[in-house]
């Protein structure tokens, strides 16, 4: 099936990556190479490494870039950059882009099961492997679903929804993406049931839970800035407020200077920032593409540039 996903903040992600036309540039989650494509048009004799764990992704890519002989494309997570840098015998990067979350391809792709808008088996599996959000709606322990609503899609009502999921698997499984819709709009307070889709959030908690994506964020922004060479930038697009305070601590961390306490006389830590901010606020879509993209209204783009590497054990 063709991987089709409009990229967001196009113009602005693009610019923020500053390309040089002989530079090496790795996209962790390429996706259906909306973004590639526009940092491969500025190459001329450099490199562009596409990542992505949805094989979908990877077929559509490879079919894309079928005739570029500056694209190397890899079926792997972001977070394992490392190793695919390795493999590649690349010793250093002047970009990366990472745009997190899940695809327009895949929302709109019923069979994968992310959308409570269709009728589909509840899967939500980025790479099309492992354990299914169905495995966790029905294996997991009360508590345990409380804690993945709460703290994944900061669910107000995770203890009315677990105790509902609790009482309808002990009848039988619940298999379906419609399913757990309307049990999780059951379990809502009825004044509450107008708002945006009760099934939101809960929807958001599991497919970050099935795909691990807080941890392997946490550890992609760590390898994709130690992967950058001095004066190379880290682009990052999110859409969610736990994903945006990731990457805004990171990079705040970063840029930090002397840790010192102010009372302090002379510094003593001797830390001076490894990274200076490109952009002091995250960019947002302007009006023009949210009325061609509604998908933009919540996406951010923060990005930093490398000034120095961080030493081992910091």
Known sequence: MEFSHRPVLPEETIASLDIKPDGIYLDGTAGGGGHS??????L??????CIDKDPDAIMTLNKRFSGSKNV????????EMDK??????????????????VSSHQLDTASRGFSYHYDAPLDMRMSQSGKTAADLVNGLSYQELVRILYSYGEEKFAKNIARAIERERAAAPITTTVQLAELVKSAYPPAKRHDKHPARKT????????????????EGLDKAFAALRTGGRLSVITFHSLEDRIVKQ?????????????DFPVCVCGKTPSAKLILRKPAEAKEKELEENPRSRSAKLRCCEKIKNIPDGV
């Open 203 to 218: 929807f958001q908690a599991l497919r970050i839970a099935v795909n691990g994506e807080l941890d392997k964020l946490s």
């Open 84 to 101: 695919v840098l390795t493999q590649l015998g690349i010793d250093g990067l002047d970009g990366v882009l990472l745009d997190i979350g």
């Open 72 to 79: 190397r494309i890899v079926s792997s997570d972001y977070s």
């Open 250 to 262: 990171r990079m705040a961390s970063w840029c930090q200077g002397c840790t010192c306490p102010k």
């Open 37 to 42: 494509a526009e940092i491969l048009r500025r």
């Open 44 to 49: 001329d004799t450099g490199m562009l490494i």
